[in-house]
């Protein structure tokens, strides 16, 4: 990985089923943000996360192994 130097950056945005408002309490974002960052031991970084009470938006470079050009 550390001879990966371009970027992918992607922005995603998921959000919660039927809209429901489940991203308001802060253990819930502290939750959401852990298993997040659990990703960057693969490689992955994130920009800024930031929550909106039914969906959560982010910007993530994706590393080249999980790269949308290789993917079958």
């Known amino acids: 990985m550390k ?3 371009r970027n992918n950056w ?3 945005m998921f ?3 039927y809209a429901y408002n489940c991203l308001r ?3 819930v974002i502290d939750d959401c943000s852990s298993a997040f960052k659990e990703f960057e031991r693969c490689g992955f970084e994130f920009g800024e996360i930031g929550f909106g ?3 959560v938006h982010f910007s993530l ?3 080249k192994k ?3 050009e290789v993917a079958e």
């Open 15 to 17: 959000k919660c089923k």
């Open 3 to 5: 001879n990966d130097t």
């Open 61 to 63: 470079d994706v590393p």
């Open 53 to 55: 009470g039914n969906h």
């Open 66 to 68: 999980y790269s949308i």
């Open 25 to 27: 309490k802060q253990s």
């Open 10 to 12: 992607v922005t995603m």
